[in-house]
């Protein structure tokens, strides 16, 4: 779902292209699982009351959802909101 959570679209003018996600968007895509386990163990364990199934899951998932942030933008950019006004 391109639109769920999404901000007024005076949020996104200063998209003008991919350049305007960068370096960022590439570091999510070049993420290894090694990484977003070391953020996972910064997490305070009450955070995730003690359910390390839970935290490893959420890992798991983001690491599987790296490789779809690209075209979730795509989506979001040729949706009928039309966010990105100066997308060139």
Known sequence: MPLMGVYQN?????????????????KIEQFDPAELWECASEVPEEWYEGETEAIAGLVETLYKRRSSVRDLI?????????????WR
């Open 10 to 26: 005076h949020v996104y003018r200063q998209v003008t292209g991919w350049e305007s996600f960068e370096p960022v968007i590439s």
């Open 74 to 86: 795509t989506n979001f950019r040729i949706s009928c909101r039309r966010p990105f006004p100066n």
